[in-house]
């Protein structure tokens, strides 16, 4: 008897009960298509946040200072630029940051981050402006006011209205807006990278948060390729300006560098993926379970042909085979429709990520489909070719 | 030449209070080309020797040798391939297997003996002509009226051109005007030369066979040669 033929009384068998066998593949169908889309999502929400933290640029390294300390002064700022100790330091930005509510006539918005630094500011932390200019070194030598904003705040004070040339105020002060940045992609889940306004440093220190310490400074690499030098160079250079105090055994400052924080990021995102597919994996187990019941209930209910097949000279391995075939091609049916699904459900966004399928996934939850198909029909499929000719034809 | 040979079977059903003793060592041959009608009352044990007959169950005790092969020495296997070169079953309540076309149902047995399709389907074309429902093999069981079924079952017991035909009470189930017709075909068999094993308790059916065999309480009481009745 020919494969061809099992699989004919095996497409047979499904078609004598297309809702049962549709029910059933069902449970494959949802099993399949939630390991593939949940591996997708897990997939999609990692390249997110690795896109997010390359827009924040991959040469910056930026160096913080831990628990209100005030070790990161403008004189540091200055050393860490040094073409001579730090050749591989292609800028320095000090960087002071505070929360301001931003006026205009008499519309207020709280932006999340008002910025004082430098220029290099704008290309060390990849905020190019779009319309108007930023404000240059003799900006920041005279502290004069003037503003860049981002397109959140632009969004938010002067819908409708070009905003170069107008006046705001920050938490009182006067501020002119020159510029507004270009719109980045990477709005995170609780900062949005848009929500920001760049004054020169000397301006938000006199106006806003006083001569203290800086919150952090931006260095920037030369290429990519350099960070680890740069973040050793600067490493030195802060050690030899900064004493750490005698009470405390842990540095004043951080240095954090972007690709570090993608790995950890990503290690996060990988670890989230798996418990996400571990979820769904459970969910293709319950469909298995699913085809071994309906199985039983078919071999049951057909306890009486099999009977007729075995008085007609059925061996025992024909009728093991078409069970098992009918089993298989349940759940194969249900898991390439569940592909289907996931294919398109990986085009709408869910929860904020856009799915991302993994091809690997796929031809693993086919797999995996089809060795459900073969464990869970197995017993059904043995208990129908172990039946005794006489036995099964006497069965009511 | 002897088709069948059973010598001394027993058959026990259950065991301790609920023992039943469905045949009491039955010996019995049969050679090419006879007819046997076997009679007997309900629990006479002529469905259990048919069923062992028929290979579908397994003696207590005894011996049974079909075509010179002792069958209670085969295995499972050996036992499907005998059920389907040598004989060839007829069942009281037809047992087609339901869904599928009457050609398909007789085709059965062929594609189990690893028969091409397209001489498969010749070979069940050709039975079923036989039979007389060449122009009905393309409908499905519950298209067809008792006789009809009962004849593509019988159909299907033929195209494997089995040494042995075995009906358990074939007409049990049909009127006078079907079982006309099957015990025409059984006729016709006959006069063909097959060996034919036929359970009844209808005298006028048993009439048609050229032997008679009648059981009762698991034993062989009458086993007489007779003059065939025609129709």
Do not use: W
């Amino acid at each position: 008897m020919s494969i061809l033929e099992v699989l004919r009384f095996a497409v047979r068998g499904i078609g004598a009960n297309k809702l049962r066998s549709g029910l059933t593949m069902l449970g494959i169908l949802i099993g399949v298509a939630a390991v593939i889309l949940l591996v997708a999502v897990g997939n999609g929400s990692a390249r997110q946040v690795a896109d997010r933290i390359e827009a924040l640029g991959t040469k910056t390294l930026t160096v913080q200072g831990v628990g209100g300390s005030d070790a990161l002064t403008p004189t540091v700022a200055d050393a860490l630029d040094d073409p001579v100790l730090a050749p591989d330091i292609a800028s320095v930005s000090p960087v002071t940051s505070t929360q301001a509510t931003l006026t205009y006539q008499g519309t207020d918005y709280s932006a999340q981050q008002l910025v004082g630094s430098t220029p290099s500011y704008f290309a060390a932390s990849n905020s190019p402006v779009g319309a108007g200019a930023t404000f240059t070194a003799d900006d920041v030598t005279q502290g004069r006011p003037v503003v860049v904003i981002g397109q959140t705040v632009a969004d938010e004070l002067f819908p409708g209205v070009d905003p170069v040339g107008k006046e705001i105020t920050a938490n009182g002060a006067l501020f002119t807006v020159i510029g507004v940045l270009d719109e980045k992609s990477s709005a995170s889940g609780f900062m949005d990278a848009n929500d920001v306004a760049i004054a020169p440093l000397t301006a938000v220190q006199q106006a806003l948060t006083g001569y203290g310490a800086l919150t952090s400074i931006v260095v920037e690499a030369r290429t990519p390729e350099k960070v680890t030098d740069a973040q050793a160079q600067a490493s030195l250079i802060l050690s030899q300006r900064i004493q750490t105090p005698a009470t405390s055994n842990t540095q004043p400052y951080r240095i954090q560098n972007a690709s570090q924080l993608l790995q950890t990021q990503t290690e996060t995102a990988d670890t989230f993926t798996t418990l996400l597919g571990a979820v769904a994996g459970i969910s293709l187990l319950v469909g298995g379970i699913g085809i071994t019941n309906i199985m039983l209930v078919t071999v049951t209910e057909r306890t009486r042909e099999i009977g007729i097949r075995k008085a007609l000279g059925a061996p025992r391995r024909a009728i093991l085979t078409q069970f098992l075939a009918e089993a298989t091609m349940l759940s194969l049916l249900g898991g390439g429709l569940g592909v289907a699904a996931a294919y398109i459900g990986s085009n709408f966004t869910i929860v904020g990520v856009r799915p991302v399928i993994v091809p690997s996934s796929i031809a693993l939850a086919l797999c995996v489909s089809v060795a459900i198909g073969l464990f869970f029909g197995s017993v059904p499929a043995n208990r129908a070719a172990r039946l005794r000719p006489i036995d099964a034809l006497r069965y009511e | 030449m002897t088709v069948l040979d059973v010598r001394a079977v027993t058959k026990v059903y259950g065991q301790g209070a609920a023992t039943v003793h469905a045949l009491r060592g039955v010996s019995l041959t049969v050679a090419r080309g006879e007819y046997v009608a076997i009679m007997g009352s309900s629990g006479s044990g002529k469905s259990t020797l048919m069923n062992i007959l028929g290979c579908l169950d397994i003696p207590t005790t005894g011996q049974y040798v079909l075509d010179g092969v002792d069958v209670s020495r085969l295995n499972d296997r050996q036992l499907a391939l005998v059920r389907n070169r040598r004989i060839g079953f007829v069942f009281q309540s037809f047992n087609l297997i339901p869904r599928t076309t009457a050609v398909a149902n007789v085709e059965l047995p062929l594609a189990y003996a690893g028969i091409k399709a397209a001489g498969r389907r010749r070979r069940a074309r050709a039975a079923l002509d036989l039979v007389g429902l060449a122009q009905r093999a393309d409908h499905e069981p519950n298209q067809l009226s008792g006789g009809q079924q009962q004849r593509v079952a019988v159909a299907r017991a033929l195209v494997t051109e089995p040494a042995l035909v075995l009906a358990d009470e074939p007409t049990g189930n049909l009127d006078s005007r079907s079982t006309e017709d099957i015990l025409g075909i059984f006729d016709d068999l006959h006069a063909a030369g097959r060996t034919i094993l036929l359970i009844t308790h209808e005298d006028d059916v048993a009439a048609r066979a050229s032997r008679l065999i009648r059981l009762v309480d698991g034993q062989l009481v009458t086993d007489v040669l007779q003059q065939r009745v025609p129709a």
